[in-house]
């Protein structure tokens, strides 16, 4: 049987926890961006912004929390029909056709 557990934080204790949790947003957020900045520049006509935005994408999925931002706002799909597009593949999410 487990016991409650509670505690009582200071003022400073609360403002560190905030501030923790407001960086914690931050870092998610500029991590979404640099993903979705990577996935549009996919897209790019010129070869070497293509391959510039591959290469930021395999470094942001390299990291555990690159990685968790695949499981939000189906960021899978769009990676998959993108890369897909880039390899001239058909993709849907029931099957993939190699043109």
Do not use: Y
Not at 30 to 42: C, I, K, T
Not at 73 to 84: A, E, P, Q, S, T
């Amino acid at each position: 049987m487990g016991f409650p557990l509670t505690f009582q934080l200071s003022n400073d204790g609360l403002l560190l926890l905030l501030f923790v949790q407001a960086q914690e947003i931050g870092e998610i957020a500029r991590l979404n961006d640099d993903m979705v900045w990577a996935l549009d520049g996919l897209e790019s006509t010129s070869k070497s912004a293509r391959e510039e935005s591959l290469g930021n994408l395999v470094e942001l999925l390299s990291s555990r929390r690159g990685r968790a931002l695949l499981h939000r706002d189906g960021i899978v799909g769009d990676l998959m029909r993108r890369l897909c597009t880039l390899l001239d593949v058909v993709f849907t999410f029931d099957m993939i056709t190699i043109c």
